[in-house]
């Protein structure tokens, strides 16, 4: 059986408006743990900026990661969170690279 690797990752920072980090990491990670096509969705504070996340995201294809944007729990986490946002950071999108390791 052959073992399967995520295609497509992204990450990026959210900076909350101040004082709400926590608010909005709480939002970001609430029911997310089963989305169909990802390998990781991993929310962490940033160590420089107090307002500041950095959101990681590791999934099977692009095409899982634009649905995972229709699934009702995501679209109540977005609509939920955005009034905490003040602005997005930085944005990466790379294609990850099997761990030998692993």
Sequence with gaps: MEEKHP?????????????QRAALAAILTENTRRMPGNFAYIVGEDASNPDALWVVELWADRAAHAASLALPQVRVAIAKGRPLIAEFGTRAEFKPVANAGA
């Design 7 to 19: 295609q497509y990752g992204l990450i990026g920072q959210i900076v909350a408006k101040p004082g």
